[in-house]
């Protein structure tokens, strides 16, 4: 499935995907409030059409369910650690939906060029900037989401994600689990027409991105802020709203 194809491949076969898509996304809509109530908020924010990046931080394993179901318009593609693929039932649904693994702890090329073909192929792709879980908070990102949105024009839209981090807790006391969404405002990195960006200044696209994910959590839940907790700090001359 989509683990093992080429990017070529992978790339021809979205519109398959996107049938298995339609059938799966309502399923899921269906199923997740009966073990996780959802609330969404500014879900204007996310374009209808058109190559994007949902850049989210990362708190529990419901992260990309949550999203993808918080989203009836369009179809969520993320990244997965590649060892995802190999469980029972999650993996079966990745491959199905057509997500696409990363190896984690190195530079993952293949997973890189995936991204920048899928955003050129006007998909919605979802990204962790720090790569893995933060219950605790925000860390600081990697500049991977910075690159692939320059290399691809992207637009990226910030989604906070709140109150998950304790899905297990709830669910063992036989609750529901609860997330509440937020899409923040869309905005393009300014990267002036130039087809390779200084490493210095990629990070500085990033801090600028990652401080607009902090705006976008709500202030009850400021905690989850983490790194980027000071957002008096907080610069955008590196960013375009759109």
Request: charged share 25%; net charge positive.
């Amino acid at each position: 499935m989509s683990h093992e194809l080429s990017i070529e491949e992978y790339i021809a076969r979205q519109p398959q995907f996107d049938r298995a898509r339609r059938i799966m996304l309502p399923l899921l809509r269906a199923a997740v409030p009966a073990f996780c109530k959802v609330d969404v908020a500014g879900l204007r924010n996310v374009p209808r059409q058109g190559r994007a990046c949902l850049m989210i931080n990362h708190v529990s394993y419901l992260d990309p369910i949550v999203v993808t179901v918080s989203i009836p318009f369009r179809y969520t593609i993320s990244l997965s650690k590649v060892e995802n693929f190999s469980l029972p039932v999650a993996g079966w649904f990745l491959r199905h939906w057509g997500h696409y693994p990363i190896h984690r702890g190195e530079i993952d090329r293949k997973a890189l060029m995936q991204t920048i073909e899928l955003l050129r192929s006007g998909q919605l792709v979802l990204m962790a900037p720090e790569g893995t879980r933060h219950p605790e908070g925000m860390q600081r990102a990697k500049e991977g989401l910075a690159y692939v949105a320059i290399k691809a024009d992207a637009v990226i839209v910030p989604a906070a994600i709140c109150g998950a981090e304790d899905w297990r807790r709830r669910l063992k006391r036989f609750r529901r689990a609860y997330a509440k969404v937020v899409f923040g405002k869309p905005f393009r990195l300014r990267a002036d027409h130039r087809r390779r960006i200084p490493r210095a200044e990629l990070a500085e696209m990033t801090t600028q991105a990652m401080h607009q994910l902090a705006l976008t959590i709500p202030d009850e839940y400021a905690h989850l802020r983490g790194y980027y907790h000071d957002i008096e700090k907080a610069r955008s001359d590196r960013l375009e709203f759109v």
